[in-house]
């Protein structure tokens, strides 16, 4: 603030000034007149004032704007940066047009930054919208207002953005405190390079982004389009400016924008009624509003406690515990892209805030069919999305790693260029269609084609008119990889037993190799329970949007006739249970290892119970269901295969058990009640197998086992002696102490899957006793008059799963 511009302007003393008879039921000041501290302007309508005010204990002085109808919210501060430091200051227009504040030595406190000279006919008006204007009243110009000059609030009317011709911005910056108004840390400002958003700082650290505008909201915040009936949403990028701003309706209650001290955007409406704001939007509010929380190429998942998770065909690309906020690692590509249409596809990512667009490339005039050659053409695309859905035109392209995706409620869809090879034979459709109408059981697959087609259609017809022009595309049906049968009999060798690698809970398990090399495990499902075929393509890419590093990926599914197949990645270490059982192998697994791989299934369960999404309920979870890859990262398969078999999952009682004995939860083998507590109490099995190198078998029951040494003190003779345990002692009787915990008899007594994962990565929880009595031994409480039926894994004569002790 340069000070002395304005020369000495007073003729006479300022105390007379401020005494002179001015009415102040005005909203403006002529030249030559003032307010001192104790007088206010008022807007024509009474909406705002404007005088001094000072916050908490502080003596400090300000010049604000303020909502009449709560004084306590000061839309606009003249001085924030120089307080008055006693109440002797004037604000007043000068002779020659210009205003400013000034103490009681006449010294200036504060002056607007930009004022053009020459006018003498001017007033200071305060407008019913609280914008504080200076007005040249002979050429009728706004010389200056407060408007240009944002706080940390946003007014209908008030832009935000960048002025292109002169580079001037229009941003907010927070207080520094409640009490304090000066400049604080956090500011919100418009990126206007790539697809303009807008973006919180704080200080020089990107905070938080609101996503790229497209035409109708910000990407982050969809539920934007819920409030047009009170605002207008308008967004300007032309040649000569980058802007946002919102109108209020006629009759829509004061409201307001504004960055709180703690760097917290909030939107907010007066409550006349109850004479508050309500705050109906604010930002970030999550985990994964903040920037970069997971890593390049991945993407954010609110309420999920696993939180990142790799787009598809992408892989952590650090075992790092990466998924704890730690940003360095983030994803890598799995198949590398072929650069060319032939070998590269889209993969379609639904409902995303769109990633950080500072950087793309953004075509406003082209198709969105354009866009998409474009990118496809384009050896630097990485993804595309439409710039505008209003329209459904323009084309945004990212070319740099793809950062801070997060899935939202109705957001946008974002196309992702991968290797044809991670989206299953979609082009092999056609000839597909060709053997079903040579086929003789042509009828029964041209109607499952009919019913995907429909399925298809209804699920979007969300975006229908926009998305027909993208009906005939081929890699639209990506995101619901469908093999056909001869890919299959291929593959498999025609399930030639020699490619037989399991039987799981559901059926046989093949194993195969894809044309292009990729090897794959095919699960021909049993049994005749099935559900309707739109339930099971539903339910198939439920499953298929399961994507964790903990998880075995579902690659797509076939259907032939009655048969339904499943189609996952193959994984060369197979099976849990064929290491920690295995005189030799187990050999090979030390403590680390073995925690790593505790750890790791309880990541996968993580995901799979509070995926908010779909909370899936695993019920067949054995060390033979826990696959390892050729780093001995455990990958949980089966899950939500009991969802194909079931349509709702909010029963929870159930008269087909399907479960493993030894891993089932006692409530669930008696009463057929299952929750994500059942799953705990498996988990928890599964946990002292590990440790112990021992099965939980009708013979030898591990888990009476494990407690009769919790009783005795003596925990530490239940680990595997193979294992090395000196200097282990504490990290194995506590991770000892969860397993007993998640095996107790009361499932409500057992922690949640979150609980547990927090329980073995942190040193620090003090674990409650897990209690004995509630564990599962008498004999008494059985009632052993259900049905237990399906394959070997699952019929189970309840009594020989305890021991009597
Ligand atoms: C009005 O202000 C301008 C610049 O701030 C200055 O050049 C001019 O002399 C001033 N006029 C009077 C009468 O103070
Ligand atoms: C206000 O500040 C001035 C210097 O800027 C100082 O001389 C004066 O004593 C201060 N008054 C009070 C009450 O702190
Ligand atoms: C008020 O503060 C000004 C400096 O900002 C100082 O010159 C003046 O003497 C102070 N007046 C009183 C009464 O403290
Ligand atoms: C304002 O300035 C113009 C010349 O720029 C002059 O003619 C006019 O008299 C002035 N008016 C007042 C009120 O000073
Ligand atoms: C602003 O940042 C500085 C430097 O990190 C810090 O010391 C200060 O506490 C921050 N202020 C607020 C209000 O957060
Ligand atoms: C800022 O806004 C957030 C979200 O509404 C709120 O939780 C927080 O208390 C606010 N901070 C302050 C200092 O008002
Ligand atoms: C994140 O992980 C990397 C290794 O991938 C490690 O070097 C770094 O220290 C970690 N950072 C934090 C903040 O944990
Ligand atoms: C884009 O199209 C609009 C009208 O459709 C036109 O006014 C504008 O000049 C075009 N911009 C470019 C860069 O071609
Ligand atoms: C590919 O895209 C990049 C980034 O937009 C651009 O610089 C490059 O010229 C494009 N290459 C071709 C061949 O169009």
Request: with cysteine; aromatic share 10%.
């Amino acid at each position: 603030m340069k000070k002395g511009i304005l020369p000495k302007i007073f003729t006479i003393p300022l105390f007379i000034l401020a005494f002179s008879p001015i009415a102040f039921s005005t909203d403006s000041l002529q030249h030559g007149q003032n307010i001192i501290d104790g007088q206010k302007l008022a807007s024509s309508k009474g909406t705002f004032e404007l005088g001094f005010f000072s916050r908490g204990l502080s003596t400090n002085r300000f010049v604000g704007i303020w909502f009449r109808v709560a004084p306590d919210v000061v839309v606009w501060v003249a001085n924030r940066d120089s307080p008055l430091n006693n109440t002797t200051g004037a604000l007043t227009v000068g002779n020659n047009g210009s205003f400013a504040l000034y103490d009681a030595s006449e010294k200036i406190i504060w002056q607007p930054t930009v004022i053009k000279n020459g006018y003498n006919t001017t007033i200071l008006q305060l407008q019913d919208s609280g914008n504080l204007i200076l007005k040249d009243l002979s050429s009728n110009t706004v010389i200056w207002q407060s408007f240009d000059y944002p706080i940390n609030t946003l007014l209908p009317g008030m832009k935000l953005g960048k002025n292109l011709r002169t580079g001037f911005e229009t941003y907010l910056s927070s207080w520094k405190s409640g009490d304090d108004p000066s400049t604080g840390n956090y500011s919100y400002k418009m990126d206007t390079e790539g697809a303009p958003e807008i973006i919180i700082w704080d200080r020089d650290q990107l905070r938080y982004r609101s996503g790229m505008w497209n035409g109708l909201y910000f990407s982050g915040q969809p539920s934007m389009v819920t409030y047009t009936d009170m605002f207008n949403f308008l967004f300007v990028r032309d040649q000569s400016e980058v802007s946002y701003s919102f109108e209020a309706k006629p009759n829509a209650p004061f409201s307001r924008l504004v960055l709180n001290e703690s760097g917290v955007k909030q939107r907010l409406v007066w409550n006349q009624p109850h004479q508050t704001w309500n705050v109906f939007l604010s930002a970030p509010k999550d985990v994964c509003d903040y920037y970069a929380t997971c890593g390049p190429f991945s993407v954010c998942q609110p309420e999920d406690m696993t939180t990142c998770s790799c787009l598809r065909g992408f892989e952590p690309a650090a075992s790092t515990e990466w998924y704890m906020r730690n940003t360095s690692g983030g994803c890598q590509r799995r198949t590398p892209l072929g650069c060319s249409a032939d070998s590269d596809g889209f993969y379609v990512i639904k409902e995303v805030k769109l990633p950080y667009s500072h950087k793309a490339t953004v075509d406003a005039n082209i198709s969105v069919e354009d866009c998409k050659r474009r990118c496809l053409m384009n050896c630097s695309c990485l993804a595309y999305a439409p710039f505008n859905i209003k329209e459904w035109n323009g084309c945004v392209m990212w070319n740099t790693e793809l950062i801070d995706i997060k899935y939202v409620k109705d957001g946008q869809d974002l196309y992702m260029k991968i290797s044809k090879s991670e989206l299953g034979s979609s082009n092999k459709k056609m000839l597909a269609i060709t053997v079903i109408l040579i086929s003789s059981a042509f009828t029964v697959i041209l109607i499952c084609f009919v019913g995907y087609l429909i399925w298809r259609k209804k699920r979007d017809s969300k975006q229908e008119t926009t998305e027909r022009s993208l009906a005939n595309d081929s890699f639209k049906d990506a995101d619901l990889p469908v093999f056909d049968i001869q890919t299959i009999l291929q593959a498999t060798d025609n399930f030639s037993k020699t490619n037989e690698v399991g039987q799981g809970g559901f059926g046989i398990v093949y194993k195969g190799k894809l044309p292009y090399g990729q090897e794959i495990a095919v699960k021909r499902l049993t049994g005749n329970s099935f559900q309707g075929l739109n339930e099971f393509m539903n339910e198939v890419t439920v499953v298929a949007k399961l994507q964790h590093r903990n998880l075995v990926g579902l690659l797509g599914c076939c259907i032939h006739n009655n048969e339904r197949m499943l189609i996952y990645e193959f994984l060369t270490n197979k099976s849990l249970d064929l290491f920690i059982f295995d005189s030799e192998k187990r050999a090979t697994l030390d403590w680390r290892t073995r925690l790593d791989i505790i750890k790791g299934i309880a990541r996968g369960l993580l995901y799979l119970h509070h995926d908010s999404r779909f909370n899936i309920i695993h019920r067949d979870l054995k060390a033979a269901n826990i696959l390892l890859d050729d780093e001995m990262n455990p990958k949980i398969s089966d899950f939500g295969t009991a969802r194909l078999f079931e349509r709702d999952q909010a029963v929870i009682r159930t008269e087909i058990v399907v479960g493993t004995r030894g891993y089932m939860s006692p409530e669930y083998i008696t009463e057929g009640k299952f929750s994500v507590k059942s799953d705990v109490y498996s988990f928890g099995v599964i946990l002292l197998e590990i440790i112990s190198g021992k099965r939980n078998n009708g013979n030898q029951n591990l888990v009476t086992y494990a407690w009769k040494l919790w009783e005795e003190q003596s925990i530490l003779k239940l680990i595997d002696e193979v294992v090395e345990s000196t200097g282990f002692a504490t990290e194995l009787t506590r991770c000892l102490h969860v397993g007993l915990l998640c095996v107790q008899k009361c499932p409500d007594n057992r922690p949640s899957m979150s609980s547990v994962f927090m329980m073995l990565s942190s040193d620090n929880l003090v674990l409650p006793a897990p209690n004995k009595s509630l564990i599962w031994r008498s004999i008494g409480e059985f009632t052993a008059d259900h049905h237990f039926y399906g394959s070997e894994s699952i019929s189970v004569d309840p009594l020989t799963v305890i021991e009597g002790r």
